[in-house]
């Protein structure tokens, strides 16, 4: 669910997506924040930015479908 009137659907981007629209949302907020911008430009950014972090926040809680890799830390060594 997004926060953002005008926001997508926020739960199709693939992880590699929104981690993009993240760092460039922030390095936009930042350059607006330096050209001394209206608050509501900056504060309609910041609502866009904290539905990509609550995105990417629910997709770190949610199990990725037992697509786990199982690492055998004792592989190779045999019981004595």
Known sequence: MSLHPLSDDLTK???????????????RWYTA????????????????LQSLEQEK?????????GKRLLIDTDAGFEDK
């Open 13 to 27: 981007l693939s992880h590699e997506d929104l981690e993009t629209r993240l760092t460039k949302l922030t390095q």
């Open 33 to 48: 924040k330096r050209m001394n911008m209206n608050e509501s430009v900056l504060h309609q950014l910041d609502i866009m």
């Open 57 to 65: 926040q629910r997709r770190a809680q949610v199990p990725d479908d």
